[in-house]
């Protein structure tokens, strides 16, 4: 496979005849033991789809437990996987995250932990419901592009502080579950989550501004 490009864009729905859960379940079951890196990672998903693959690289940031080194290349790639299906392209990620090195014995009892998420969603979600938030190239280009911002959230420098991944990454989820089901339902519950983390990284910005200018005043006094 080579360092820039990864399969020709999908629709987003998985190949696989099995529910979304038992997809995830046997890609997971695939992972390669000891370290492995993002390209080998997307080898062994293979033909999913796009979206089959953000919801695996979201699964991580789903659990209290944070792994080092991750939040950059799985938010970097889940940005590329948006802007992937926003241009109507193939994906391509770069060489230097291609070769990234991942630890794979702390990715798969994360990810399996993760699929926790994906269950409750597949029980309450409804294949074509609310087919206005989803259908149209408006609607299409609309949340591709909402997709795009959660995935910047992610990435935020955060990573330290409760729910920081937590909050993009369950929109993130959201709306691939959505996309994939033609659910707008779930679509429009990851905008409600997206502005929920604005709303608590601008709290989080107000609060550390309003700290730093409280010990400065101190410490003139």
């Known amino acids: 496979m080579s360092g820039g490009t990864y399969g020709p864009p999908q629709a987003g729905e ?43 690289l979201t699964l991580v940031f789903l659990i209290p437990v944070s792994i080092p080194g991750v939040s950059t290349v799985f938010g970097a ?7 992937s299906r926003l241009s ?13 090195a991942l630890p794979a014995d702390r990715l798969r009892p994360a990810l399996t932990a993760g699929m926790a998420w994906v269950r409750r969603l597949e029980r309450v979600s409804r294949p074509h419901r609310m087919r206005g938030v989803v259908d149209g190239r408006a609607a299409e280009a609309f949340n591709n592009l909402a997709f795009i911002f959660a995935a910047l959230l ?14 993009p990454a369950l929109a993130l989820l959201l709306y691939a579950v959505g996309f994939i089901q033609r659910d707008g339902g779930a679509v429009l519950l990851g ?16 609060g550390g501004g309003l700290a730093i200018r409280e010990l400065m005043q101190r410490m003139a006094g």
Do not use: C, K
């Open 191 to 206: 905008h409600l989550a997206t502005i929920g983390t604005v709303a608590y990284f601008s709290v989080l910005i107000g």
């Open 14 to 56: 998985p190949v696989d005849t099995g529910s979304l859960g038992e997809q995830l379940s046997a890609v997971i079951a695939r992972l390669p033991a000891g370290e492995m890196t993002l390209g080998s990672l997307l080898e062994v998903l293979g033909d999913e789809g796009l979206l089959v693959i953000a919801i695996l």
């Open 88 to 100: 109507g392209r193939p994906l391509w990620i770069p060489a230097r995250l291609r070769t990234r």
């Open 77 to 83: 790639a889940i940005l590329l996987v948006g802007i």
């Open 154 to 167: 992610l990435m935020a420098p955060f990573g330290f502080v409760p729910f920081s991944n937590t909050l």
